[in-house]
């Protein structure tokens, strides 16, 4: 009887402490799974209006095609990348993932994404110069979701009691400058926000001297000592001057929080951004925003980048190709279900879609939107892929920019560190 | 009555000859299996990570592809890294101030909760409550609002006009907001402080008043000694979690305002999870648990001259 006893009290035990593994490890956001047919994995980064309307896709792709079954998965941000990477690294990267320009490079050196040439997706709605920007040395890893552009919004409300407007024409630097001091001079408000610290903004500046923020091959900066003197320098300036908030303001105002901006605090007339979070700050500010192009943008050296604001990438070790690529068929050419996403994602970079998702509207943003980046198409240049190497840079350019506005560095001593420090960044990897 | 005496030695007997039988694994069998959750957790969720992580820092090592062994590579490079000289810096004056700041703090609120006054108890724990949440992420949002430009902390010194900085975009302040936040989570020290100060005998105050002791002096002569192995204790805790903060960072200040709060556990993320640098961080982590290892050894061996174990 006893011996009884303490077997079973084993068995029990055994069984209680495996269970409490088990549910350790399982997985917590699958899904009813079909009785039959294939089940694929899909992952993106979100927020809460993307988690909703990419669940409604998700349901009509299951309907139209019963034997997939799909597992979502989504994170904020930054969640997202370690996610993507710890599964990744476990051999368990999800079959279809969305990615972004920044990353891309890095999972395609380490071999982690199918080349989608080779699968069923249909590219022809698109224009080539969108299909272009998810190539890497000709091989496709990416299928641009939407377009997405860089530009500055502004509070008409403020630069009207500034008694100041944006030129329609092209525009200096050195106007932009004058026209942030102009603000808190007449108005106790700052220009803009300090974007001293945001790599895509110092690649435009870059871009408007000709140059660019990486070097072709990735392995090194591209842009010259003087133009990186001249970028600390120019935003020193308007510091001075109140364009922009004070050093403290500034750092502690976390730039990837979109609503901590002091813009809709209406501490500041503009905001830089990309035309996707457009929408966003509206929502928040509370009042119609007016989409203004970034200075120089009609200069010589064409500096206005073609973004893709995300791309849809399947993995290279995904068992079932073939449901995958028709997930990302569906979420890229659909029509049904571009007529929910409409601009979440940035512009469609299906041509008709984008069209659907305008007539079909009620959203005005998205009309406002679409008109802005009908500009920008108009004098765009491709942008390349930021280096494999390059997760770093962030980081560094904040740190050494919060010492500039510290003055603790002058402009020249942060051009020389900051070259230093991401040059080593970028050999090493 | 008297047939316990016999059972008693035919029941050893027996079990004499069946432990003869059985190994000892068998006989602890029972134990084993009682363990088995926590120690099926241990193996392979803690020390199987430990392990890999003691291999990974001789590697280099970005999660997507195979770690490569770079020997020694990783610590030469962390020793030459100004951002972890920088973090080891923060993070010393962090604990060093907080530590001290959060036992006090703890001591004095369970000195004045020790009282028997009328619904002490409740008072107790509308003041412990908070605390616990201290460490969470809302908190760390709401502190971050309450030391804005225009936050309330600077309203109200504003009423004595006084202009107060930004207290989280100053490289010189925004550590102490960090400090203050910690204080803040005296919750557990204090309950600890409360039980400690239950334990001390009454006799010992009544013979310091006997003897014309002064509060402020059977404070000190009575109740510190009797509670210093608490004291110990609770330094010794605090000061292993104080090595770990990492929550209140990345949501307040992000390591900033230049690296001036890059606590070593936050760039220990970093290099991880930013930038991809496992191989990096392991080293990091494992430099990490020996510099606990050495402040946890230090607090022991100088425990013995100043914890008081008598009565």
Not at chain 1, 116 to 125: M, N, Q
Not at chain 1, 165 to 194: K, R
Not at chain 1, 307 to 329: C, G, Q, R, V, Y
Not at chain 2, 25 to 47: H, K, S
Request: glycine letters at 8%; hydrophobic letters at 40%.
């Amino acid at each position: 009887m006893n011996r009884i006893k303490k077997q079973y009290l084993i068995f029990v035990s055994v069984i209680v402490s495996l269970g409490l593994v088990l549910t350790g490890c399982g997985n917590g956001s699958s899904e009813a799974s079909g009785d039959e047919g294939v089940n694929i994995k899909f992952s993106w980064w979100s927020n809460p209006h993307r988690t909703e309307i990419t669940k409604q896709a998700i349901e009509m792709f299951e309907e139209k095609y019963p034997d997939i079954d799909v597992t979502m998965e989504y994170y904020s941000w930054d969640s997202y990348w370690q996610k993507l990477a710890t599964e990744a690294a476990g051999g368990g990267a999800p079959d279809v993932m969305q990615m972004d320009g920044s990353r891309l490079m890095e999972y395609v050196n380490k071999g982690q994404l199918m080349d989608l040439a080779e699968t069923d997706i249909d590219t022809s709605g698109i224009p080539d110069n969108t299909v272009e920007l998810g190539k890497v040395d000709g091989t496709l890893y990416g299928l641009t979701t939407s377009v997405n552009a860089q530009l500055l919004i502004s509070n008409p409300e403020i630069l009207e009691q500034a008694g100041v407007s944006i030129p329609e024409e092209n525009y200096t630097w050195e106007e932009f400058a004058e026209l942030c001091a102009t603000i808190y001079e007449e108005t106790g408000v700052h220009g803009t926000p300090n974007e001293m610290e945001q790599p895509a903004f110092l690649d435009y500046f870059a871009r408007t001297k000709g140059e660019n923020l990486y070097a072709s091959d990735g392995e090194s900066l591209g842009l010259s000592k003087e133009t990186l003197t001249e970028w600390f320098q120019y935003w020193l300036d308007i510091q001075e001057k109140g364009g922009v908030p004070s050093a403290e303001d500034n750092a502690a105002y976390q730039h990837n929080d979109h609503s901590a901006s002091p813009f809709i605090e209406e501490k500041t007339a503009f905001n830089w951004l990309f035309l996707g979070t457009g929408g966003e700050f509206e929502k928040n500010l509370g009042k119609p925003i007016k989409r203004v192009l970034l200075p120089e943008w009609g200069n010589d050296n064409k500096p206005y980048p073609l973004h893709a604001a995300m791309f849809w990438s399947m993995s290279s070790k995904t068992e079932h190709p073939e449901a995958a690529a028709k997930l990302i068929n569906f979420l890229e050419n659909d029509p049904e279900v571009a007529k929910i996403f409409e601009n979440d994602r940035g512009i469609p970079a299906n041509s008709e879609n984008m069209e659907l998702v305008a007539e079909n509207t009620e959203d005005d943003t998205v009309q406002r939107q679409n008109e802005f980046m009908a500009k920008v198409e108009e004098i765009a240049t491709p942008n390349d892929l930021a280096p494999a190497n390059s997760s770093s840079t962030g980081d560094i350019l904040k740190n050494i920019a919060h010492e500039v506005t510290f003055k603790k560095l002058t402009p020249n001593e942060a051009a020389d560190k900051f070259m230093q420090e991401v040059n080593q960044a970028l050999s090493e990897g | 009555m008297e047939a316990p005496v016999k059972t008693l030695g035919i029941k050893r007997s027996r079990q004499k000859t069946r432990a003869s039988l059985e190994t000892p694994f068998q006989r602890n069998l029972t134990a084993y299996g009682f363990l088995a959750p926590w120690l099926i957790g241990m193996l392979f969720l803690t020390i199987g990570s430990m392990l890999f992580t003691f291999y990974l820092a001789f590697t280099d090592y970005d999660l997507l592809t195979t770690p490569s062994w770079t020997g020694m590579e990783n610590f030469s490079n962390i020793w030459q890294d100004a951002n972890f000289w920088g973090s080891i810096r923060a993070t010393l004056l962090y604990v060093v101030l907080s530590v001290p700041a959060r036992l006090i703090a703890s001591l004095l609120i369970a000195l004045l909760l020790f009282k028997e006054v009328r619904g002490i108890g409740l008072y107790r724990a509308l003041i412990y409550l908070p605390s616990l949440i201290g460490g969470s992420v809302g908190v760390s949002i709401g502190w971050k609002k309450l030391f804005a430009t225009d936050g309330p902390i600077n309203s109200f010194v504003g009423i004595f006009g006084i202009e107060g900085p930004n207290w989280i975009g100053n490289p010189s302040t925004a550590i102490m907001v960090l400090i203050l936040l910690s204080v803040w989570q005296f919750g557990s020290e204090m309950v600890i402080f409360l039980a400690g100060l239950k334990q001390i005998p009454g006799y010992l105050y009544e013979a310091a008043k006997i003897d014309g002791a002064s509060r402020i002096r059977s404070f000190f002569s009575v109740t510190l000694p009797m509670l210093s192995p608490i004291v110990f204790f609770n330094l010794l805790m605090g000061t292993i979690s104080s090595f770990m903060v990492f929550t209140q960072v990345y949501i307040i200040t992000g390591g900033g305002p230049m690296n001036s709060t890059l606590f070593y556990v936050y760039y220990l993320y970093q290099q991880a999870f930013t930038y991809y640098n496992m191989g990096y961080a392991a080293a990091l982590s494992i430099i990490l648990l020996v510099i606990i290892a050495a402040f946890s050894g230090f607090i022991f061996l100088t425990s013995k001259y100043w914890v008081n174990y008598d009565v």
